[in-house]
């Protein structure tokens, strides 16, 4: 697979990524031999490029997919905490979790609009610092959010954006409420025109658009500004289609199966305490009229954040 550049880093990239959390503990929970088996399938077929996060719990899967593995490799991480110190040890942990000496991409995970990127400047300087120090080659953020990917273009110190967009909307944030594929994209246009490199997350919605599979991928790979979308694969198959279709020998028949994953919560020990909902970072969870937590499954992205917070283990994907 080809590689292209990212913005203005001197990282090269493969047009397609490894979005690892959906063979770790949040979704499928593969056991780390098994999900690692994944990702090196991935890694010999030549997709190199691969995005992980403290919060996904992922990092012994690369370590063991690493294993042996000659060629180099471009990892992505990122941390969700506002604090210096709380960056400084997350970055640590990267490096020694993974045994590499630099991370390629470390950046603030899901930065929200609002007051989040100025609080957040703690865990931004030690990112700064981090980089001058020569622990991690580029800084920047992912985020669900136009307002904060418009507001990247201006940043100076940002080298990567990593934002959510596909051909539905699904999950794009603008302000308190909804956002467009087209506010999204012109946002990401500008941010790469400022020579940041862009890479995209979601673009099947979260499992939500896999039924479409073609038009979900040609919509981000066409897009102006974008030099590589993550996908979070599961199952040796599945690589050997994204490929075939990069290259445009994919089967005219093919018909992906489609996930039927979902969000479940258990209404009988759930507590209605709320915290699910203050986690969810596209509104999709909100307290029925029984005072229970409920799932809107139109807008779920079956991406897991929501379980890990739930303090009697109430929330299941299956
Ligand atoms: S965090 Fe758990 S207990 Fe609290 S509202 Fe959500 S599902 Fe219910
Ligand atoms: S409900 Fe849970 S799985 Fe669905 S989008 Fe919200 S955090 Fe993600």
């Not at 980089?131 to 800084?139: C, E, R, T």
Request: proline share 4%; with cysteine; hydrophobic share 40%.
């Amino acid at each position: 697979m080809k590689h292209v550049k990212l913005g203005k880093s001197d990282i090269y990239v493969t047009p397609i990524g490894f979005g690892v959390l959906t063979i770790g503990p949040w979704q499928m929970n593969l056991p780390v031999s098994e999900g690692a088996a994944v990702l090196r399938y991935a890694l010999d077929s030549g997709i190199d490029f691969i995005d992980t996060a403290q919060y996904y719990q992922t990092y012994p899967y690369i370590k063991e997919a690493l294993k042996g593995f000659k060629n180099d490799v471009v990892i992505a991480s990122k941390c969700l905490d506002p604090s210096y110190e709380e960056m400084k040890t997350a970055v640590e942990e990267a490096r020694r979790e993974m045994d590499r000496d630099v991370i390629n991409i470390f950046m603030m995970h899901e930065v929200r609009a609002g007051s989040d990127w100025n609080d957040r400047q703690g865990a931004w300087e030690y990112l700064m610092e981090a980089k001058a120090k020569g622990y991690v080659k580029a800084i920047g953020i992912s985020t669900h959010h136009v307002d904060v990917a418009e507001r990247a273009a201006s940043i100076e110190a940002i080298d990567v954006l990593f934002p959510l967009i596909n051909f539905r909307s699904m999950g794009i944030r603008h302000g308190d409420g909804p956002g467009t594929k087209e506010d999204m994209a012109a946002a990401i246009r500008r941010a790469s025109e400022a020579g940041k490199g862009v890479f995209a997350m979601k673009v099947f919605g979260g499992g939500n658009l896999t039924g479409h599979y073609r038009e979900a991928i040609t919509y981000v790979r066409d897009l102006p500004g974008i030099s590589s979308m993550m996908i979070g694969f599961g199952y040796h198959y599945e690589i050997d289609r994204i490929l075939e279709m990069m290259s445009g020998t994919l089967s005219p028949d093919y018909i992906p199966e489609t996930s039927h994953k979902k969000i479940r919560i258990d209404q009988g020990d759930c507590l209605g305490c709320g915290i699910c909902v203050k986690r969810c970072p596209n509104n999709a969870i909100f307290i029925n009229i029984n005072g229970k937590a409920e799932v809107d499954h139109e807008i779920c992205l079956t991406c897991g954040y929501c379980a890990p917070k739930c303090p009697v283990l109430a929330i299941i994907m299956f």
